[in-house]
């Protein structure tokens, strides 16, 4: 029966096509157009003093060049501020092509077009811009410290600093809480940069059509709708004149969320100004260091907590590197402040941040956008306490955690999309105990206690986290069934692998009665679908997933209408089964979808024979009524929005066993579990490989991946071979276990899933090294190098300690 | 300035083909641009990535680090070139689809390329071998949990069919 397809583990409807060569990526695309290319700023941060392009001139197939000064009108204009907040006071975006000064490594100065990518190339090789160097600012310390600014005019290079305070139950304050607390700690907590990184760069394919004055872009990103709207402002374009299709994507993972892009507008303005197809696609270097990172956070955190571990206040003041520019704002930081308290209640709390600029590229939410830094201040909060106490680190978090019968559960805070944070549903105890028996939590001190006869060292870490999910404002949903009876179900937002075409059928399918065959799902087409926000935060399933349910529903009851006039029946007596519409309990009496798709739409004209059932003399019915009726469209499609009040919390709990080697310093997980809740599952297989991914992500950036920028603001690492992405070597089996606690904020009852593997990876990690070598981790990612140097530190200060008590001199 | 183009031809597929291009053609960009065969990928242009892999007599090669010259004369094989000639799915294929092994699918071009010439050569990989076969190849998706996955059920759809 088709209405089980929703919870099946199906296979994707967008895999023959991606093995077999057939994806259409937007470089397989615009076979002849131009290619751009771009000459990129060298200097973290200077002046251009002048631009000398006569030596790209005589470059055979160059096109044009383009910089600052050509611009005009709106495109020369700053990039758009896309999500303004009040606490964001000195928010500051770059230009598409430079003005007067550079602000990061990688800001693009000077367009060439060319007849191809190499030739573009060469021209831009050869377009000499000359630089005035100004001091750059590099690292979140050196940015407090202000000795020299990114932006003469924002004073401190503070772009933004955000309070919020909630107070305890006996409404005391977080520092009073903590005062008045039995037991206190302060600590440093950091988090280095790290980025998107798919595998595919952005890339932006442009086509202006001079008789019909309209544009056609492709972009590879996560907001088609949102790209068209920025390019028709910017172009000064009719918005009906513009479409924009993201085709298939190579991975958004959050950085193509960022738009307008520099490209996004450059790239159509000059497509527009030549008559000509243009496409840029970027290459991997451009993406280091022209697109967007994240993560960069350093954390102080005081705490104050009773004997059984309770917290009774907690005071979080951190920092954010927000790089060069702050197109997304601070929502980075303010997901950071506000879901770092996760499963618990933690008396009162305070938080505070300061955004601050650097000479660097601009950060902008990657995967888990914020959260993976609050979890790890939080759970490393936990750590410290149960260590402080000598406890259980599971009971210091059990004696905290928010409990079953607590929901709806307010935490008095305002989250992302600027509404309460409440938590909507849960069973965070549950979680703990799934994950802690996965893990076999109660019986490792003998394992570990074994091993360390035979010489090996072993480790055990635990984290959970919440993660607000499927935020606003909204999505929507198409459905049509067309008359061969074929479904077509399209919407807004973008896909980039997480299986949509596959999930949104299954939805209609089980929504309408149809078999999946005949359902073809479209995403991120501005021709199929106009208004829609994008795919980030966790919230395509969500939103859209419920968008489209209600509009199968809305469907549904049309068709019922339509078939119940030709059935002569009830509507409440039929059913939809296959795609065929029967009365219940009466097989005799059905109709094809198709054909109430056909007498959906009373027609004049026959096309064909099916046609031919709906035009004016072959339907039958009461000729003193509109042939559609009042209040009716015609057509068997609709068009629904789902709009949640807020968002809807998915959580987990997630556990590991690390080896560290003795010698070497080398930390090898040896296990990975994982429990999760994300509401209802709309398809099984696809949930587990959205957490696969997250939590090799997450390994990624806790054991090997950052950014290293020199003193100058020089990126060092700005390729695969020196920035390591782990490879299928270094993630062990992921062991998973589902919990599911519907969602009471949606029809469906789903949860985002997208994220939610990389949250609280660092946290867990860092415990399980902690567990293993007794040596306090509090800064992330940690390498051999790290964890080597932090032994030699361990080993100093005990011997100083050891030294110091034997009344012996110091080591030097 | 005029650059020199020169003729390469090499067997594509099983199918001749042909363009006359510069000397510093990559190989991923004459498969994509000048053939067409967009299937190839290309991550990151500097050979640690593997979403370019093709087969090169039936080896598998990082056609971002070769010019097309340099493959003149050979036999290519792309991702367009693994199902059977009927156009049915080759078993690697296959298995990719039946395990869920890709999410973007960017890095799958290459990955099936190199397992095809992994299962070639060793059509009963243990665990290891299978760890080493795809270790040269990124995928920012999956986690490689199903890829491995993959892998194995490849070997059985493979021992099925003989
Ligand atoms: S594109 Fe060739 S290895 Fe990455
Ligand atoms: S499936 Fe996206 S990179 Fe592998």
């Known amino acids: ?812 | 300035m005029t650059e020199e183009r020169l003729d390469v031809e090499m067997t594509v597929n099983g199918v001749p083909r042909g363009a006359r291009v510069p000397a510093r053609r990559l190989l991923s960009d004459f498969l994509r641009h000048d053939l067409g065969l967009t299937g190839t990928h290309v991550g990151c242009e500097h050979g640690v990535c593997g979403c370019c892999t093709v087969l090169l007599d039936g080896e598998p090669v990082r056609s971002c680090l070769m010019f097309a010259v340099g493959a003149a004369g050979h036999a290519v094989t792309t991702v367009e070139g693994l199902a059977a000639p009927g156009g049915s799915p080759s078993p690697v294929q296959r298995a990719f689809a039946e395990c869920h092994a890709l999410q973007c699918g960017f890095c799958t071009p290459g990955f099936l390329c190199t397992v095809t010439a992994l299962l070639r050569d060793r059509p009963r990989p243990t665990d290891d071998e299978v760890m080493a076969g795809i270790s040269g190849n990124l995928c920012r998706c999956t986690g490689y949990q199903n890829i491995v996955k993959a892998v194995h059920r490849a070997s059985e759809l493979m021992a099925e069919a003989e």
């Open chain 1, 1 to 812: 029966m088709t209405t089980k397809l929703f919870g099946e583990p199906i296979p994707r409807r967008e895999d023959p096509r991606l093995v077999t060569g057939r994806g259409r990526f937007l470089d397989d695309l615009g076979g002849r157009a131009l290619a751009a290319a771009f000459v990129r700023s060298p200097h973290a941060h200077a002046r251009v003093v002048d631009i000398d392009v006569a030596g790209a001139l005589d470059v055979e197939g160059l096109v044009a060049v383009y910089t600052w000064d050509d611009l005009g009108g709106r495109v020369g204009e700053p990039l758009p501020l896309l999500i303004p907040h009040p606490a964001l006071t000195h928010g500051r975006t770059g230009y598409p092509l430079a003005r007067d000064v550079v602000r990061h490594v990688g800001e693009p100065v000077a367009m060439v077009v060319a007849t191809d990518r190499y030739l573009a190339e060469d021209a831009a090789d050869r377009i000499l811009v000359g630089y005035e160097p100004l001091p750059p600012v590099v690292g979140i310390e050196a940015a407090a410290a202000a000795d020299h600014l990114v932006h003469e005019d924002v004073p401190g290079n503070a772009g933004a600093r955000l309070v919020q305070e909630v107070p305890g139950p006996d409404g005391l304050s977080a520092p009073a809480a903590i005062e008045r607390a039995p037991h206190r700690l302060e600590f440093r907590l950091a988090i280095e940069r790290s980025a998107s990184m798919p595998l595919e760069g952005r890339g932006v394919y442009a086509r202006w059509d001079a008789d019909d004055e309209s544009l056609r872009v492709y972009s590879s990103t996560q907001t088609s709708t949102s790209v068209r709207m920025a390019i028709a402002a910017k172009l000064d374009l009719p918005p009906a004149k513009v479409e924009v299709i993201a085709p298939d994507v190579g991975g958004g993972f959050g950085v193509k969320i960022v738009h307008p892009w520099p490209e996004e507008i450059l790239v159509p303005w000059a497509a527009r100004l030549l008559g000509r197809e243009v496409k840029w696609t970027e290459d991997r270097r451009e993406h280091f260091t022209s697109s967007a990172h994240e993560r960069g956070q350093v954390h102080f955190v005081r705490v104050g907590f009773d004997d059984e571990g309770r917290i009774l206040g907690l005071d979080v003041r951190f920092l954010h590197d927000h790089g060069a520019y702050t197109p997304y704002g601070i929502i980075v930081p303010i997901i950071t402040s506000t879901q770092l308290l996760g499963p618990y209640k933690v008396g009162a709390y305070r938080v505070e941040f300061t955004s601050l600029y650097t000479n660097t590229v601009q950060v902008t939410p990657y995967r888990g956008a914020g959260r993976p830094q609050g979890v790890f201040c939080m759970e490393r909060t936990m750590d410290r306490v149960a260590v402080h106490l000598g406890r259980d680190r599971t009971l210091v978090r059990a004696a905290n955690l928010i409990q079953p019968g607590d929901f709806p559960y307010d935490q008095g805070l305002t989250f992302q999309d600027g509404r309460p944070l409440i938590y909507d549903s849960g069973d965070y105890p549950e979680l703990l105990r799934m994950v802690k028996e996965l893990i076999g939590w109660d019986d490792f001190g003998k394992a570990q206690t074994e091993a360390a006869v035979r010489g090996r060292r072993l480790g055990l870490g635990l984290a959970c986290y919440v993660e607000g999910t499927g935020v606003g404002p909204y999505e929507g949903g198409h459905v049509e069934v067309d008359s061969s009876g074929r479904v077509h179900v399209s919407t807004g937002l973008t896909s980039q692998g997480q299986g949509h075409q596959t999930v949104f059928a299954q939805i209609a399918a089980a929504e309408l009665g149809v078999p999946i065959e005949d359902i073809r799902v479209t995403t991120g087409d501005t021709r199929r679908f106009r208004y829609a926000v994008g795919t980030f935060a966790s919230r395509a399933a969500v939103l859209s997933g419920n968008a489209i349910a209600l509009a199968c529903r809305a469907l549904r009851d049309k068709a019922l209408r339509i078939a119940a006039d030709a059935l002569e029946a009830d509507p409440r007596d039929l059913e939809i089964e296959d795609g065929i519409v029967r009365i219940r309990g009466n097989p005799a009496a059905s109709i094809p979808l198709r054909t109430v798709a056909v007498l959906s739409n009373p027609l004049r004209y026959a096309f064909d024979e099916e046609a031919a059932r709906a035009t004016q003399f072959a339907v039958g019915g009461s000729t003193d009524q509109p042939p559609v009726a009042e209040g009716e469209q015609p057509g068997l499609e609709g068009t629904q929005y789902y709009s949640p009040v807020r968002s809807t919390f998915a959580a987990g709990a997630h556990a590991a066993i690390v080896e560290t080697d003795p010698d070497t310093a080398e930390v090898r997980v040896l296990r990975y579990a994982v429990v999760h809740d994300c509401g209802r599952l709309i398809n099984p297989r696809i949930v587990e490989g959205q957490i696969h991914g997250g939590v090799a992500q997450g390994i990624g950036g806790a054991l090997y991946e950052r950014l290293i920028y020199d003193e100058h603001g020089q990126l060092l690492n700005a390729s695969f071979m020196d920035f390591l992405m782990p490879y299928a070597t270094e993630i062990p089996a992921i062991e998973t276990a589902h919990l599911e606690t519907p969602s009471p904020l949606n029809p469906l009852g789903v949860k985002g899933a997208g994220e939610a593997g990389v949250i609280p990876v660092s946290a867990v990690i860092a415990a399980a090294i902690e567990d293993a070598e007794g040596i306090r981790i509090e800064e992330m990612p940690i390498s051999p190098d790290d964890l080597f140097r932090l032994r030699e530190r361990a080993r100093r200060a005990a011997g100083e300690s050891s030294g110091a008590e034997a009344g012996e001199a110091r080591p030097v």
